[in-house]
């Protein structure tokens, strides 16, 4: 096949056909350089100093270790995920542009039930990861496997959402200058708190990825997630409840609090001490 034919394929296929869902997930999903703030500030408000190792439980792309690595030059990141492709990608697309820095991160396809790492300062649950776990003794489990897995003084950070809304089958729309992100939680179940959400993508020429990523979770509540950690070993928990700016938006500050509001949606970070 000459380059003409191929260049006019490649133009006759739709922007979803084009896409690539990480790359996707990445721009509207994450954004590890607020997570690694908020990692910094916690770890030294409570400790003192800033961590130097980081785990990244159920780490997918790596993006969030990555992210770790390039703030100093003594920080190291291990990167935890059962799926190889996702993983491979990550190596591909991520951690290849860290340059020197790459040989800082490590990615373990393996269990996080069963993974054992030199102990880090930090381990990471983010993106509601955690929430795969439906039985209250299989996540407690998990919860003490890094409870034992961190050093001395280590912290353990989760995100978490609620609301009245997190309770519905809903879709909820977010439009960026590529691409529309839609959340579809498209089934939950009050009596064991089951729920089935995909992600979608649309694009301007009227083109869509379906279903690019899916998830069946349980929808644990913050009372939940906070005696569980307990049960599993923590020294204590925190919830970090995220403030208002003058208009009644979010601001994207996390304090920790003992109250919160009754949102229709909310996202918080539940931190742990060892």
């Not at 607020?34 to 910094?40: G, K, L, S, T």
């Not at 995909?198 to 997630?225: C, M, N, Q, V």
Request: charged share 30%; proline share 2%; glycine share 6%.
């Amino acid at each position: 096949m000459g380059r003409g034919t191929k260049s006019r394929s490649q133009k006759s296929k739709s922007q979803a056909e084009r896409a690539d869902k990480h790359v996707l997930y990445q721009d509207s999903v994450q954004c590890v350089e607020a997570e690694i703030d908020f990692v910094d500030e916690t770890y030294k408000n409570l400790r003192g100093s800033l961590a130097k190792s980081l785990r990244e439980d159920f780490c997918g792309t790596a993006n969030t270790a990555c992210e770790w690595v390039r703030r100093r030059r003594d920080n190291t990141a291990i990167g935890v995920d059962l799926d190889t492709d996702v993983l491979e990608w990550g190596r591909r697309n991520n951690v290849a542009k860290l340059g020197r820095a790459s040989k800082r991160v490590s990615l373990l396809a393996e269990d996080v039930m069963r993974v054992r790492t030199t102990p880090p300062d930090v381990v990471l649950a983010m993106n509601f990861s955690y929430l795969i776990f439906k039985q209250r003794k299989t996540l407690r489990r998990y919860f003490r496997r890094v409870c034992d897995s961190l050093a001395a003084g280590g912290l353990f950070f989760l995100d978490c959402y609620g609301g009245t809304e997190a309770f519905r089958e809903t879709k909820d729309r977010h439009k960026y200058d590529r691409f529309t992100y839609v959340w579809d939680q498209s089934a939950y179940n009050p009596i064991t708190g089951d729920m089935r959400c995909h992600i979608h993508f649309k694009f301007p020429d009227g083109s869509s990825l379906k279903r690019a990523f899916s998830y069946d979770w349980r929808l644990w509540t913050l009372p939940e997630l906070s005696e569980i950690l307990a049960e599993a070993g923590f020294a204590r928990s925190a919830t970090y409840w995220q403030g208002s700016d003058e208009d009644g938006e979010a601001n994207g500050v996390f304090t920790p609090t003992l109250q919160g509001e009754a949102d229709d949606a909310w996202i918080a970070y539940l931190v742990a001490e060892k």
